[in-house]
T-cell receptor, first 107, second 113 residues
């Protein structure tokens, strides 16, 4: 059974606006979460992470929020840029991945 | 070469063939992994090697056989595969084994006819 879920397969956002990508998990034992970004014909690359002792982690335009009680995390990209167009994967405890959300940023 | 490389990038094979996928990491990492990504499914962890020792085999059929001769190289030997094994096979490495960021190769797109 899938323990990490990304329920939105795709998302389109205008350049300069905020992109919000969501991820839900079912296993309360998960305590470390990562976001990866994947361009076509390339492997996923690490973007940002958060441990369960925090509820927010920020790195430049990227912020990850963690809501442990809801077993939910989200990735915010502000402002969105066309180069952010990629597939974004949420992962928990290093090995449990979601199916990905394809983000398109429209110039 | 830098990062994690995989060869071949594309592979088409029949069900009776034997082939091997190769992964090489140039990052000095100690752990290496094989993942399978099928269409509309999450990445599935197949095998984990930590300091050349296999520490995880995620209920993978025996027609997939991993080999890790040293901490920089990882192989996936394939034999008598099924059409449902067609997928993107990704190799990754990390410095350690716990709470680590993984570095992925570009993947091998495998098609089994």
């Amino acid at each position: 059974d899938q323990q990490v879920k990304q329920n939105s397969p795709s998302l389109s956002v205008q350049e300069g606006r905020i992109s919000i990508l969501n991820c839900d998990y079912t296993n309360s034992m998960f305590d470390y979460f990562l976001w990866y970004k994947k361009y076509p014909a390339e492997g996923p690359t690490f973007l940002i992470s958060i441990s369960s002792i925090k509820d927010k982690n920020e790195d430049g335009r990227f912020t990850v929020f963690l809501n442990k009680s809801a077993k939910h995390l989200s990735l915010h990209i502000v402002p969105s840029q066309p180069g952010d167009s990629a597939v974004y994967f949420c992962a928990a405890n290093q090995f449990y991945f979601g199916t990905g959300t394809s983000l398109t940023v429209i110039p | 070469e830098t990062g994690v490389t995989q060869t071949p990038r594309h592979l088409v094979m029949g069900m009776t063939n034997k082939k091997s996928l190769k992964c090489e990491q140039h990052l000095g990492h100690n752990a290496m992994y094989w993942y399978k990504q099928s269409a509309k499914k999450p990445l599935e962890l197949m095998f984990v090697y930590n300091f050349k020792e296999q520490t995880e085999n995620n209920s993978v059929p025996s027609r997939f056989s991993p080999e890790c001769p040293n901490s920089s190289h990882l192989f996936l030997h394939l034999h008598t595969l099924q059409p449902e094994d067609s997928a993107l096979y990704l190799c990754a490495s990390s410095q350690g084994f716990e709470w680590e960021t993984q570095y992925f190769g570009p993947g091998t797109r495998l098609t089994v006819l």
